[in-house]
């Protein structure tokens, strides 16, 4: 059994960063491909970025260039470094345990409780 814990969410404004983590407990997540994922009230949850286990990185477009995925296997934690938050980045953000490279919800089967990001304008 896996569990994950987010955190560093909270209430920015339009420019600034924040760094959320995701902590794993309970068996090493160094073969794991990390998501991150996110979903605004009334929205689907969508793909934001992604680790695999040898540390090639992918980011969904409206992301791109601002914020950057990280491991540290050491620690069972990976980060997301975001900068230049936008109002459109307001969601709950969510990290997932996963198989292969790949950016489906679907495709992920252990998922942390996630943690609030707000961005205001």
């Known amino acids: 059994q896996v569990q994950l814990v987010e955190s560093g969410g909270g209430l920015v404004q339009t420019g600034d960063s924040l760094r959320l983590s995701c902590a794993a407990s309970?068996?090493?997540?160094?073969?794991?491909?990390v998501g991150w994922f996110r979903q605004a009230p009334g929205k689907e949850r969508t793909f934001v970025a992604r680790?695999?286990?040898?540390?090639?990185?992918y980011y969904s477009d409206s992301v791109q260039g601002r914020f950057t995925i990280s491991r540290d296997n050491t620690k069972n934690t990976v980060y997301l470094q975001m900068n230049s938050l936008q109002p459109e980045d307001t969601a709950v953000y969510y990290c997932?345990?996963?198989?292969?490279?790949?950016?489906?919800?679907?495709?992920?089967?252990?998922w942390g409780q996630g943690t609030q990001v707000t961005v205001s304008s």
């Open positions: 309970g068996r090493s997540f160094s073969w794991f491909s």
């Open positions: 680790i695999s286990n040898g540390d090639s990185t």
């Open positions: 997932a345990l996963g198989f292969g490279a790949t950016t489906s919800v679907s495709e992920y089967p252990y």
